[in-house]
């Protein structure tokens, strides 16, 4: 028998149940031990035949990426430890040294410094365009194009991409189409429907929807490209945690009921500062005003719970506006429960002057609220109160 000190190290002996668990265990473990060499071989090149080390793949986030091929109606899918972790796996795995990513011009900050600051030290091109013109995106195409870039809704101005239109553009042009599902999440909007080749989302926000975890997901159309991106992901150290990974999949069991409260309240929410004397201007795809509120229609099973809206007193309206509320917190972030609020002139952007912010599609006024799940009459009150103080 084996001494003390041998045993305290090897001597657990895992159940096995035959009974299955009704919640998704967590394995929280880096790596798996293997009787034979060959399979060990075989599992390190092939992620859906074995499990080796769990930057390659995991059972607990093996368990999330098949929930999430699912749910977008697509055939694989990889979750990575944050969004931007998604979006790099693919953007970096479709395009090399030479070749052209176009993207979406009002773009997520993060994408956007990821295309022009680390794909271009790379040698990747990167270009951008109006994704709600699909005459626009179809003549910014290069021979060196490798993929389309778009996000469903676009914060904060809340643009719906034309995604069936762009999505035949890219299919005529043989060029895969990459989405940014993150603010509409499955439920609204599954793109593979429309013509996307991947998918890619902030976990982070409206599928975790409780404020407690980043992560992200990418779903794929094809099996080659998930290959391309799974292997992208893995060299780059970009995987899930399986922790994170398990409040993934407790997230999203609630979000249809959580999008259904998120729009519900959003649409309380625009209907009141729509009225309002100080408003000048609201942001919410359900608005019949709405630039794209037509596309929205045809795109969305909902307008979900993004709102911006200009105050007609600029910089310093806005600012007193997200230091008034009380429910609604001063936060980066958005999708969970809580309401939040941003002031990009005077946070994320306010080295931008009104020029540079104008150019960005931002208002010197303009707040954003990620409407949470509180009763909206609380909402409600909250936001008046503050606009009288702004
Ligand atoms: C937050 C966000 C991201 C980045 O996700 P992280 O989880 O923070 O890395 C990407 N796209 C959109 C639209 C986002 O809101």
């Given at each position: 028998?084996?001494?003390?000190?041998?045993?305290?190290?090897?001597g657990?002996k895992?159940?096995?149940?035959?009974?299955?668990?009704?919640?998704?265990?967590?394995?929280q473990?880096?790596?798996f031990?293997?009787?034979?060499?060959?399979?060990?071989?075989?599992?390190?090149?092939?992620?859906?035949e074995?499990?080796?080390y769990?930057?390659?793949e995991n059972p607990t986030?093996?368990a999330?990426?098949?929930l999430?091929a699912?749910?977008e109606g697509?055939v694989?899918?990889?979750?990575?430890?944050?969004?931007?972790?998604?979006?790099?796996?693919?953007?970096?795995?479709?395009a090399?040294?030479?070749?052209?990513?176009?993207?979406?011009?009002?773009?997520?900050?993060g994408?956007?410094?990821l295309?022009?600051?680390?794909?271009?030290?790379?040698?990747?091109?990167?270009?951008?365009?109006?994704?709600?013109?699909p005459i626009?995106v179809k003549?910014?195409?290069?021979?060196?194009t490798r993929?389309?870039?778009?996000?469903?809704i676009?914060?904060?101005?809340?643009?719906v991409?034309?995604?069936?239109?762009?999505?035949?553009?890219?299919?005529?042009?043989?060029v895969?189409?990459?989405?940014d599902?993150?603010?509409?999440?499955?439920?609204?909007?599954?793109p593979?429907?429309?013509?996307?080749?991947?998918?890619?989302?902030?976990a982070t926000?409206?599928?975790?929807?409780?404020?407690?975890?980043?992560?992200?997901?990418a779903?794929?159309a094809?099996?080659?490209?998930?290959?391309?991106?799974?292997?992208?992901?893995?060299?780059?150290?970009a995987?899930?945690?399986?922790?994170?990974?398990w409040?993934?999949?407790r997230?999203?069991?609630?979000l249809p009921l959580?999008?259904?409260?998120h729009?519900?309240?959003?649409?309380?929410?625009?209907g009141?500062?729509?009225?309002?004397?100080?408003v000048e201007r609201?942001?919410?795809?359900?608005?019949?005003?709405?630039?794209t509120h037509?596309?929205?229609?045809?795109?969305?099973?909902?307008?979900?719970?993004m709102v911006?809206?200009?105050?007609?007193?600029?910089?310093?309206?806005?600012?007193?506006?997200?230091?008034?509320?009380?429910?609604?917190k001063?936060?980066?972030?958005?999708?969970g429960?809580?309401?939040?609020?941003?002031?990009?002139?005077?946070?994320t952007h306010r080295?931008?002057?009104?020029?540079?912010?104008?150019?960005?599609?931002?208002?010197e006024?303009?707040?954003?609220?990620?409407?949470?799940l509180?009763?909206?009459?609380d909402?409600?009150e909250d936001?008046t109160?503050?606009l009288?103080?702004?």
């Amino acid at each position: 028998m084996a001494r003390f000190g041998t045993r305290a190290i090897h001597g657990v002996k895992l159940p096995a149940p035959s009974e299955r668990p009704l919640s998704a265990p967590i394995w929280q473990t880096s790596t798996f031990a293997f009787d034979d060499a060959e399979r060990f071989a075989h599992a390190l090149a092939q992620p859906r035949e074995g499990y080796v080390y769990s930057r390659y793949e995991n059972p607990t986030t093996a368990a999330l990426e098949g929930l999430m091929a699912d749910l977008e109606g697509g055939v694989e899918a990889t979750a990575t430890a944050s969004g931007m972790g998604a979006i790099a796996s693919v953007l970096l795995g479709l395009a090399s040294a030479g070749d052209h990513l176009l993207l979406q011009r009002d773009l997520y900050g993060g994408t956007f410094s990821l295309a022009t600051v680390v794909a271009s030290r790379l040698g990747v091109d990167t270009s951008f365009v109006d994704a709600t013109d699909p005459i626009a995106v179809k003549e910014a195409l290069r021979p060196s194009t490798r993929a389309i870039y778009v996000e469903t809704i676009a914060n904060p101005t809340m643009t719906v991409a034309d995604l069936p239109a762009v999505g035949e553009v890219a299919r005529e042009a043989g060029v895969p189409l990459v989405v940014d599902n993150t603010v509409a999440s499955p439920y609204l909007c599954r793109p593979i429907e429309h013509g996307a080749s991947v998918v890619v989302h902030s976990a982070t926000k409206y599928l975790g929807g409780h404020s407690d975890v980043v992560g992200g997901v990418a779903v794929f159309a094809d099996k080659g490209l998930h290959h391309r991106a799974w292997k992208t992901m893995l060299d780059i150290g970009a995987s899930a945690d399986p922790f994170a990974a398990w409040l993934l999949l407790r997230g999203i069991k609630t979000l249809p009921l959580r999008m259904e409260r998120h729009t519900a309240n959003a649409a309380a929410v625009a209907g009141t500062l729509a009225d309002h004397p100080k408003v000048e201007r609201v942001y919410w795809p359900g608005l019949t005003g709405h630039p794209t509120h037509e596309v929205a229609k045809r795109v969305l099973d909902g307008y979900g719970g993004m709102v911006s809206f200009d105050l007609r007193g600029g910089r310093a309206a806005g600012r007193r506006f997200i230091e008034a509320t009380r429910v609604a917190k001063l936060a980066a972030s958005l999708g969970g429960l809580e309401t939040l609020v941003a002031h990009p002139a005077s946070t994320t952007h306010r080295q931008l002057d009104a020029g540079a912010l104008a150019a960005a599609g931002i208002g010197e006024g303009m707040v954003r609220m990620s409407v949470g799940l509180e009763d909206a009459a609380d909402l409600l009150e909250d936001l008046t109160a503050a606009l009288e103080v702004a």
